[in-house]
């Protein structure tokens, strides 16, 4: 079959697959504090060292594109109340836990990150220290947008152990931007990057995003160009989601302004070429590393791992998210904090958990989302240990014939591999594992395309 045979079959609504089993799909009843507090201490006591990270919600300015969880404000007002409410659910954890967290990995998200004044960041990084040991090789990145990062946050940031720093560029094309409202220059974008190499920081990525408004290949091939002589170590090269039912920003232009189906795909696959062609090896899904970079030092030595953040160099059982709309892992069970920024600094000022929804694992839940994450960081995964197996998998194995005929698949006895052909379409052979997808199938619109 053609690539754009393949691509009109497979370009359906698909989820991202950053968890198992999909938000979506968790139980409708919701999970108590006592239940939660129990399941992150049985974690803990697995293995004390934890992956943290704490959602920054406030944005300047509206980006038109984004589905991030944000809040638009330029009252910076808001900074502190914010951080003292982080800094309570923080304690709240740490009450909890029998002896010191050992924070492994650490990550500012959001929103934007460098909205915030970075001695409120400073108090922030340092009200978690003051509850927490360091482990000795430790992953500290933040986001940062381009027009509000000043060399004082990197500064400050660096100081406090942060050596890797995500740039959102987007595209470098002035008529795109425009038309996202993502208000930017290429020479930020520089500046940015300088200050941080000179102040020593060992990653620099940069998020690009294709399928924007008005993109063409002439974007893409400008873009790639650009990046050879500020040779960032990781790219993120992501699809745009355009689900405006979601979120209504995106509803700034039309689906005609859009690349859609095959001419979309055109713009990955473009974009892959001439970043393997630089030197940029595809890392599972959507992501780019330099050779010397962890993300693909951990591909290689097959600790590549995927978590609600995206692509991560190693594994911690527990994985604790501070802020408004941000979801902890307990490994066998998840909670998403309110969305809401007030309904979270309430529950908070309150002592309680800001829970607003769960799921609490069942074993088959865990042996599928081992596969899912197998196929994302791996490109295969394996059943022959009866320890990987459940009665899903009858009906697992009857949806393979398609992705087999088209050669997105090899499967060999109880050993399923990713063919070249087929990593572009991980999405839908995940989709084949998903026994909540197809147990209660979607009535209306819920994901975003897989293309």
């Known amino acids: 079959m053609t690539n754009s045979l393949l691509l009109q079959k497979y370009n359906t609504p698909v989820p991202r697959y950053t968890s198992y089993p999909t938000v979506p799909y968790w139980e409708e009843k919701p999970i108590s504090e006592r239940a939660w507090i129990q399941h992150f201490q049985d974690a803990f006591q697995v293995d004390r060292g934890i ?13 038109t594109y984004c589905g991030c969880n944000k809040r638009i404000t330029k009252n910076h007002g808001v900074e502190a109340p914010y951080i003292a409410s982080i800094l309570q659910e923080w304690e709240l954890y740490v009450k909890n836990l029998p002896q010191r967290p050992l924070i492994k990995a650490l990550h500012l998200g959001g929103g934007t990150p460098t909205f915030f004044h970075p001695d409120q960041l400073e108090t922030l990084i340092r009200g978690i220290f003051k509850h927490a040991d360091l482990a000795p090789e ?3 990145g933040f986001e940062a947008h381009p027009s509000s990062t000043t060399r004082q946050h990197l500064t400050t940031l660096y100081y406090l152990g942060f050596r890797r720093i995500s740039v959102g560029v987007q595209d470098f094309a002035p008529e795109i931007l425009d ?3 993502r208000q930017q220059t290429e020479e930020e974008v520089h500046q940015v990057t300088e200050w941080a190499r000179e102040l020593g920081y060992t990653s620099v990525n940069y998020d690009l995003i294709f399928g924007l408004p008005l993109q063409t290949p002439a974007h893409i091939r400008t873009t790639m160009q650009k990046l050879e002589s500020l040779r960032p170590d990781r790219i993120a090269f992501y699809s745009y989601a355009h689900v ?3 979120k209504p920003s995106q509803r700034a232009y039309s689906e005609a302004d859009l690349p859609l189906g095959t001419a979309k795909r055109e713009l990955y696959e473009l974009g892959r070429d001439l970043l393997e062609d630089m030197g940029y090896p ?3 899904m959507d992501h780019f590393s330099l050779p010397t970079d962890d993300l693909y030092l951990s591909m290689q030595a097959g600790t590549l791992h995927r978590n609600f953040m ?3 160099p190693f594994y911690t059982r527990l994985s604790i998210a501070l802020g408004a709309s941000s979801i902890s892992d307990s490994w066998d069970g998840f ?8 309904e979270y600094q309430d529950a908070i000022a309150r002592g309680h958990f800001p829970i607003t929804k769960g799921h609490l694992f069942t074993e088959e839940d865990q042996i599928l989302r081992t596969h899912i994450l197998n196929i994302m960081c791996r490109y295969e995964t394996d059943w022959s240990d009866p320890a990987l197996q459940c009665a899903a998998f009858e009906d697992i194995i009857g949806r393979f014939d398609d992705l087999i005929a088209d050669g997105l698949i090899e499967v060999n006895g109880q050993h399923l591999a990713v063919t070249a052909l087929g990593r572009p379409f991980l999405r839908n052979i995940c989709l084949a594992f998903d026994a909540r997808y197809w147990q209660k199938q979607p009535g209306a619109k819920v994901f975003s395309q897989a293309v």
């Not at 992956?51 to 980006?63: A, D, G, Q, T």
């Not at 909670?335 to 007030?342: A, C, H, L, S």
């Open 310 to 312: 995206g692509y991560t």
């Open 179 to 181: 038309i996202i409202n």
């Open 244 to 246: 405006p039912w979601i």
């Open 282 to 284: 595809e890392i599972g």
């Open 335 to 342: 909670i998403q904090n309110e969305k809401g920024i007030e």
């Open 51 to 63: 992956s943290l990270y704490i959602h920054l919600p406030y944005c300047e300015k509206l980006c």
């Open 138 to 140: 430790v992953d500290f």
